[in-house]
Every structure is written in C-alpha cells, then in structure tokens.
C-alpha cells in the first residue's frame, strides 16, 4: 500500500444493477418503468430553450419546487428536490442523522442505506425483519438516533398499512423519520398524510419508478418547513446547483398529464397480478408485492441458476448474493409483452429440466 493511502476515505461502494448496452435486451432488473413517459415530452424537449444552458440553472430550483407543491396541496416551503431520491435521501441522512446514537433500518432493505452510513460514518443498527419479511413495528421503539424504511419495502415489495407507520412515528417523536416511498404510487398507503402531526416526518419520493422518468434524476422530500430549511442549508453547503436546467424544465412539467399516468400505473399492476398468478402455477413462492417489481423464489430451482439462465436467454433479472435474500429473485414488472417472455423462459424452465 502506498503511504498516501493512509490518509484516504475508504468506501464500498453501492453497487447498481447492470445496464446492458446491448439492444434487444428484455431489461427487468433496476425497476424501471416499461413505458415511456407522456407524448407530451417530445414536444416539451423541443421547447426547450438551448440558451438557457448558458446560465446556472436556479439554485432554489423554484418551478420544481412549485410545481411538486402544487400536485400534492403543499406549500413550497414543505418541499425539497434533489438529483433522483438517491441525492435526497443522501442530504437527508448527512443533515438529520448526527446523534451518537445508531439510526435503525431494516436487515433487508434498499442497499444503499448502509452505504450513505458508513460514508458519513453514521452508526447503524438493523433490525432483522420477521420471517415472512414484514417490518415489526416493535422493533422501532428502541432509542435511537433515526430511523428510515423504504415503503413499500425493497426489494421485498411489502408495504406496512398506515396505522403500523403512525405506530413507528408515535414511538420516535425526538429523531427524524424517514420513509422512502419509491414506490408508494403501485399501491401502498402513503405516509404524506401525517407531515402535518408530525414535524419530524420526511417523506421521500421519486420521478424515477412511477413516472417512467428514471434518466431525469429527479427526486424529493416532502415535511415540516424547518426540516426542509436544514436540507437546504445542507445542500448550499455541498452544491448549490444540483439541479440542472433540463431536469427542472422537464420535471416541472412532468406531472401535468395525470390522465396517461394513471393509465401506466394501472397497467402495470394488472401485468403485475397477472405475473403473480403465472409464477404460483410454475410453483414460485413470492411476497405480496405492491410495488413494480417480484420477489420470487422457486423451491426446486436456486435463484442464482435461474437468473444465469435467464442472463443467457438476455433477460436480465436483479439477484443479491447476500444472507436471507440469495434464495430469492427481484423481477421488475415490465410490459405485458416482456413478462410474457419471461412467464415462457420460465415454463421451459421448470418443465424442461
Ligand atoms: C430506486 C430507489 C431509490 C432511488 O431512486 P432515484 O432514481 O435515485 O430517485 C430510492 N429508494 C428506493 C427504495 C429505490 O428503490
């Protein structure tokens, strides 16, 4: 080792799933949406002005910032914006957890929490979840320096009902609570309804998964006013232009089409059960997903087999070599067509062999 090395920040790194750069791939393994976004966007793309780019983008990211308030009934001063959740979620730990005290996170839960800990060398305890892989609501009565869960959960896709969150919140009114809500918009309660009770409530959410808007980089929080404040004077202590001029454009005007939104998410969670009801013919077991993607395993088949076979046929799965979870496969719901290919790999699969 060479002696500079010393004196270096030694991370392991959050590793993402594989994006192929080969075409035809059917891609089921990062959760993004099979649908494209709007039609409008073509015509917002040509409408944006190149000149525009000659400038820093607004640091308060205004009419992003005002156009998220809007959709949700909120005022601007309860919203914070970021490059995807992931930036958010990363300004959120650095600025709310700063107690000697561990945050708790589930065992099984989106890999990156334990990543942003150890950088920011936060301490951490994770509860494990119960066998069928639900959050125990108990286990966050503890004391504790703060808490985040992603709900539903990921990449379980099980979500906790309101009052089980409310639960959490009642036992940790003297650290901020975080809920992730990736992918609230599949089907789960929403924890934005208890911003107001609680001030200590960020609820955090995405363009990324739902909104089919995942190349943006958008992402936000929504809470009390004063936790906005002290993300933004985190975030101006980092980078004052997070956001650039093409995200805040687009995304501003992301949410303009309710109606095609809708149509999407509805799609998707038909595909979603009826995926659900193919794989329990094939003998798979699975939680009771209410996000986009399964979390399937077969009892005959290991899951990291299934998913080299699939790799092969170029269905790319997502597979975590990792305690608890290496018997299990996260598929993202594609279109009806995709899960189709995948629904017959599967049925040669297990019938062939
Ligand atoms: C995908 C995901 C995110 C981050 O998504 P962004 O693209 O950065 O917005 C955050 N949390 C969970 C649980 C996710 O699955």
Redesign the pocket.
């Known amino acids: 080792m060479r002696k500079w090395e010393n004196n270096i920040r030694k991370v392991m790194p959050y590793t993402p799933g594989e994006q192929p750069q080969k075409a035809g791939v059917i891609k089921l393994n990062?959760?993004e949406n099979p649908y494209p976004p709007s039609p409008r966007f073509a015509r917002l793309l040509e409408e944006m002005q190149s000149g525009d780019l000659r400038l820093y983008p607004d640091p308060d990211a205004g009419s992003l910032v005002n156009a998220i308030a809007d959709y949700h009934g909120l005022l601007p001063e309860q919203v914070f914006v970021?490059?995807?959740?992931?930036?958010?979620?990363a300004m959120a730990f650095l600025t709310f957890f700063h107690s000697s005290k561990p945050i708790l996170f589930p065992d099984v839960?989106?890999s990156?929490y334990d990543v942003w800990a150890d950088l920011f060398g936060i301490p951490y305890e994770r509860p494990a979840l119960k066998a069928d892989f639900t959050i125990a609501p108990e286990d966050y009565y503890r004391e504790n320096g703060g808490v985040v869960f992603?709900n539903p959960?990921?990449?379980t896709g099980i979500a906790l009902e309101l009052p089980a969150i409310q639960d959490i919140l009642e036992h940790n009114r003297d650290c901020v609570a975080i809920v992730?809500e990736?992918?609230v918009d599949f089907g789960a309660d929403s924890a934005l309804a208890l911003i107001d009770r609680y001030d200590n409530l960020l609820v955090?959410?995405?363009?990324?998964?739902s909104r089919s808007l995942?190349g943006l980089?958008?992402?936000y929080a929504m809470g009390n006013p004063l936790l906005i404040k002290y993300l933004n004077d985190v975030k101006f202590s980092f980078n004052s232009y997070t956001m650039n001029q093409p995200s805040l454009y687009l995304g501003s005007r992301a949410m303009e089409d309710e109606a095609y939104f809708q149509e999407t998410l509805r799609k998707i969670v038909n595909t979603r059960e009826w995926a659900k009801e193919e794989l329990k013919k094939l003998g798979f077991i699975f939680t009771d997903s209410k996000?986009n993607f399964l979390f399937a395993r077969h009892p005959d088949y290991p899951a990291r087999e299934i998913f080299e076979a699939l790799r092969e046929a170029d269905i790319f799965v997502r597979y975590f070599d990792k305690d608890r979870i290496r018997d299990y496969l996260r598929i993202t719901v594609g279109s009806q067509e995709e899960m189709d290919a995948l629904i017959r790999f599967l049925k040669n699969y297990t019938h062939g062999r």
Do not use: C, E, I
């Open positions: 990062t959760n970021g490059v995807g959740s992931d930036d958010v979620l839960t989106y990156f992603p959960n990921a990449p992730d990736a992918y955090v959410r995405t363009f990324s998964k995942a980089r958008v992402g996000t």
